[in-house]
């Protein structure tokens, strides 16, 4: 996880009295040449769900794609998953295919795409 070709990016609730708090996270591969960046994962504890972790999780890994100069950020999602669907497709992300039988379960899954343009 720490080599150059992907990041993995950890959201933690503001420091208290305690151990930290992990309210969700998100792991990118960039492949060298490629154009595209690819979001492996993200997911967020469901007692924080609907709180904008997500959405940030995932405005970070575009500003890491975009600085390494990438056009593109690629993604699968579970096609039952109505509300990753949703926060993505709300980004800007649209659907570029299916794929059947993706997951251990049999569930199939959307690939999304998203065009990255540089912050002006």
């Known amino acids: 996880m720490s080599r150059a070709n992907g990041i993995v990016l950890v959201a933690e609730a503001e420091p208290g009295a305690g151990p930290p708090e992990v309210l969700g996270n998100a792991i990118a591969l960039f492949r060298m040449g490629a154009r595209a960046a690819h979001l492996y994962s993200l997911t967020v504890d ?3 769900q ?5 959405r940030l999780l995932l405005s970070r890994v575009e ?7 990438l056009a593109r950020l690629q993604l699968e999602v579970r096609a039952d998953n109505d509300a990753a669907i949703a926060l993505y497709r709300s980004a800007g992300f649209v659907e570029t295919g299916r794929r059947p039988d993706y997951y251990a379960d049999g569930q199939e899954a959307l690939s999304m795409e ?3 343009s540089p912050a002006r």
């Open 46 to 48: 469901p007692l924080h």
């Open 63 to 69: 500003e890491a794609a975009i600085a390494r100069g």
């Open 50 to 54: 609907g709180r904008g972790v997500g």
């Open 114 to 116: 998203k065009s990255l």
